[in-house]
């Protein structure tokens, strides 16, 4: 599976973005898809997971109630919506699948994007 995120940029707070992850391989309908992010400085952090297409996603705490996540396998994609947006947000956001099971530890996640940078200006 190789995957590639896009749609990050620079925004406001209080504003939205809207993160995609273009999914490359038939295995990735079998997988979990994955935010995560990582700020400056900091370890990479686990944001959401979705395991099916259709299915409720889950969500780390800092973003739940302002963040959503959606599924397209017909399309091979996944996203990241990003509602009220908060300068600790600000990070590089990945895109990850994991062919068995699910984890909020990043190192036990299969395949990885290159990263989109999300920068949320006060």
């Known amino acids: 599976v190789q995957l590639q995120a896009s749609g990050g940029g620079l925004v406001q707070a209080g504003g939205s973005l809207t993160l995609s992850c273009a999914a490359s391989?038939?295995?990735?309908?079998?997988?979990?898809a994955g935010w995560f992010r990582q700020a400056s400085g900091k370890e990479r952090e686990f944001v959401a997971v979705?395991?099916?297409?259709?299915?409720?996603?889950s969500f780390a705490d800092s973003v739940k109630g302002r963040f959503t996540m959606s599924r397209d396998d017909a399309k091979n994609a996944a996203y990241l919506h990003m509602n009220y947006l908060k300068p600790e947000d600000t990070a590089t956001y990945y895109c990850?699948?994991?062919?068995?099971?699910?984890?909020?530890?990043?190192?036990?996640?299969?395949?990885w994007g290159q990263g989109t940078q999300v920068t949320v200006s006060s």
């Open positions: 979705i395991y099916r297409d259709g299915w409720t996603p």
């Open positions: 990850a699948a994991k062919l068995y099971g699910s984890s909020s530890d990043p190192k036990s996640w299969d395949y």
């Open positions: 391989g038939r295995a990735f309908s079998a997988s979990a």
